[in-house]
T-cell receptor, first 114, second 113 residues
Framework: DSGVTQTPKHLITATGQRVTLRCSPRSGDLSVYWYQQSLDQGLQFLIHYYNGEERAKGNILERFSAQQFPDLHSELNLSSLELGDSALYFC?????????????FGEGSWLTVV | SQKIEQNSEALNIQEGKTATLTCNYTNYSPAYLQWYRQDPGRGPVFLLLIRENEKEKRKERLKVTFDTTLKQSLFHITASQPADSATYLCALGGFSGYSTLTFGKGTMLLVSP
């Protein structure tokens, strides 16, 4: 158990809908990362927050947004969902924001768009 | 363009042998490289980190090398066991100033008894 908690574990929704994925980082970790994993693309970095502030952005679509709250939990909002958004979404956390940190992954949220 | 390449074909080896996985990268200057293990449907689990000024790192049956001239890392598992069967991901970091990692697509390792 990495200590990173993600909910929901599985989600099935229709195209055009909006969903929110939730992440609680490990106790004491200030950084939260979101990754998307699909079969053909591998693990793709979406966004990184540190202590409530956005630190880095990767291949995150404009239809997607994220935030980190004062209690350090984070939410990833996916809107106007398309079939291609079906993937495993991982949250990860680390103590600091800067290089050399180990990051700890949650078990992921399976999103299926039908 | 930036690329991280790991062998997309599964590596099949017999129990007790040494497994060697390769990670090659282009157009990156990472400060460090990490290796993760991922089981089907689970989150990646950190195994080892090696920095750009280190040539080799060991942890129990695991060994990682990092050659910044060749832009390559090798990941070895000695005395492999069926329980080592998983997908192994390499990840580069430190080039953006933050600890964001960029992952390769991984290589599946299958260890048969």
């Amino acid at each position: 158990d990495s200590g990173v908690t993600q909910t929901p574990k599985h989600l099935i929704t229709a195209t055009g809908q909006r969903v929110t994925l939730r992440c609680s980082p490990r106790s004491g970790d200030l950084s939260v990362y979101w990754y998307q994993q699909s079969l053909d693309q591998g693990l793709q970095f979406l966004i990184h927050y540190y202590n409530g502030e956005e630190r880095a952005k990767g291949n995150i679509l404009e239809r997607f947004s994220a935030q980190q709250f004062p209690d350090l939990h984070s939410e990833l909002n996916l809107s106007s969902l398309e079939l291609g958004d079906s993937a495993l979404y991982f949250c990860a956390s680390s103590v600091e924001a800067f290089s050399g940190n180990t990051i700890y992954f949650g078990e992921g949220s399976w999103l299926t768009v039908v | 363009s930036q690329k991280i390449e790991q062998n997309s074909e599964a590596l099949n080896i017999q129990e007790g042998k040494t497994a060697t996985l390769t990670c090659n990268y282009t157009n990156y200057s990472p400060a460090y490289l990490q290796w993760y293990r991922q089981d089907p449907g689970r989150g990646p689990v950190f195994l080892l980190l090696i920095r750009e000024n280190e040539k080799e790192k060991r942890k129990e049956r695991l060994k990682v090398t990092f050659d910044t001239t060749l832009k390559q890392s090798l990941f070895h598992i000695t005395a492999s066991q069926p329980a080592d069967s998983a997908t192994y991901l390499c990840a580069l970091g430190g080039f953006s100033g933050y600890s964001t990692l960029t992952f390769g697509k991984g290589t599946m390792l299958l260890v048969s008894p």
